[in-house]
């Protein structure tokens, strides 16, 4: 069974998942965590609906007794990434958000739970991890900005490394002390992103140094227009999808 056709309604209506925009929070303001359920089920659907100029967007359908529900994931390129994947037939725990979508109700979904692993989508308050910006800048992440080093400098290439056997997305910053190196996010990961910085931008980063990877920086947040960008929270990565708990 297939309900394609409501999932390209839903994102017609709350503005699908921008690929190249900054906007990509669109589904964010309808996500209400004071309106979450969370229900278990068995997965006995997948689709995938596309709206043009838009990306590629996954969902499942989730039985929970007579019940058939689409579960909105996000992003094809996102949840196809992640180390583990929601499979035919899985029995799942789903915490979502309804909303409804012309005559179809669906769930927003901010995680997956299956057996002992999440499939991680969104914060708990509702930001999708496959949109790294933040409003709020220095509120969202002061905390973890102290506990990181500051590095401030002019970008002067842009670069790729290799950690942990995965491509990464970097730069080159020139800083007051000399040239560092520093990882962003994977490749995968960052192309998808709008391209916030470029050479001979001045830019203001926080990270630490990759153990064994010659002093690469990893970068956890960075600021960007009275935004962050974050990219770690309390040393998980974002775009780490599936974590084991």
Same mark, same amino acid.
């Given at each position: @069974?297939? %309900?394609?056709?409501?999932?390209?309604?839903?994102?017609?209506? #709350?503005?699908?998942?921008?690929?190249?925009?900054? /906007?990509?929070? $669109?589904?964010?303001?309808?996500?209400?965590? +004071?309106? $979450?359920?969370?229900?278990?089920? *068995? #997965?006995?659907?997948?689709?995938?609906?596309?709206?043009?100029? @838009?990306?590629?967007? @996954?969902?499942?359908?989730?039985?929970?007794?007579?019940?058939? +529900?689409?579960? $909105?994931?996000?992003?094809?390129?996102?949840?196809?990434?992640?180390?583990?994947?929601?499979?035919?037939?899985?029995?799942?725990?789903?915490?979502?958000?309804?909303?409804?979508?012309?005559?179809?109700?669906?769930?927003?979904?901010?995680?997956? *739970?299956?057996? +002992?692993?999440?499939? /991680?989508?969104?914060?708990?308050?509702? %930001?999708?991890?496959?949109?790294?910006?933040?409003?709020?800048?220095? /509120?969202?992440?002061?905390? /973890?900005?102290? %506990?990181?080093?500051?590095?401030?400098?002019?970008?002067?290439?842009?670069?790729?490394?290799?950690?942990?056997? $995965? =491509?990464?997305?970097?730069?080159?910053?020139? *800083?007051?002390?000399?040239? #560092?190196?520093?990882?962003?996010?994977? =490749?995968?990961?960052?192309?998808?992103?709008?391209?916030?910085?470029?050479?001979?931008?001045?830019?203001?980063?926080?990270?630490?140094?990759? #153990?064994?990877?010659?002093?690469?920086?990893?970068?956890?947040? %960075?600021?960007?227009?009275?935004?962050?960008?974050?990219?770690?929270?309390?040393?998980?990565?974002?775009?780490?999808?599936?974590?084991?708990?």
């Amino acid at each position: @069974m297939s %309900m394609l056709i409501p999932f390209i309604l839903s994102q017609a209506v #709350v503005g699908g998942y921008g690929q190249t925009s900054p /906007a990509a929070a $669109e589904l964010d303001g309808y996500y209400n965590p +004071r309106r $979450e359920v969370t229900f278990s089920g *068995t #997965v006995s659907g997948k689709t995938k609906g596309k709206v043009p100029g @838009m990306a590629q967007g @996954m969902s499942i359908l989730v039985r929970s007794g007579k019940n058939l +529900r689409e579960v $909105e994931l996000g992003p094809a390129w996102f949840v196809g990434r992640q180390s583990a994947a929601v499979n035919m037939g899985d029995k799942v725990k789903v915490t979502g958000v309804p909303l409804r979508v012309g005559r179809q109700n669906v769930i927003l979904a901010r995680q997956i *739970t299956r057996g +002992r692993n999440i499939l /991680a989508l969104r914060d708990r308050d509702g %930001m999708a991890y496959w949109n790294p910006v933040r409003k709020t800048r220095i /509120a969202v992440n002061a905390a /973890a900005q102290r %506990m990181d080093n500051r590095y401030q400098g002019t970008i002067q290439n842009l670069n790729t490394y290799n950690i942990d056997g $995965e =491509t990464y997305s970097g730069y080159v910053l020139n *800083t007051p002390d000399g040239p #560092v190196n520093v990882a962003v996010a994977p =490749t995968w990961y960052w192309n998808n992103q709008p391209r916030f910085y470029q050479v001979g931008q001045n830019v203001t980063l926080f990270g630490n140094r990759a #153990v064994n990877y010659n002093g690469v920086i990893l970068v956890n947040s %960075m600021d960007y227009s009275g935004s962050s960008i974050i990219l770690r929270q309390g040393g998980i990565p974002v775009y780490g999808g599936f974590r084991r708990y």
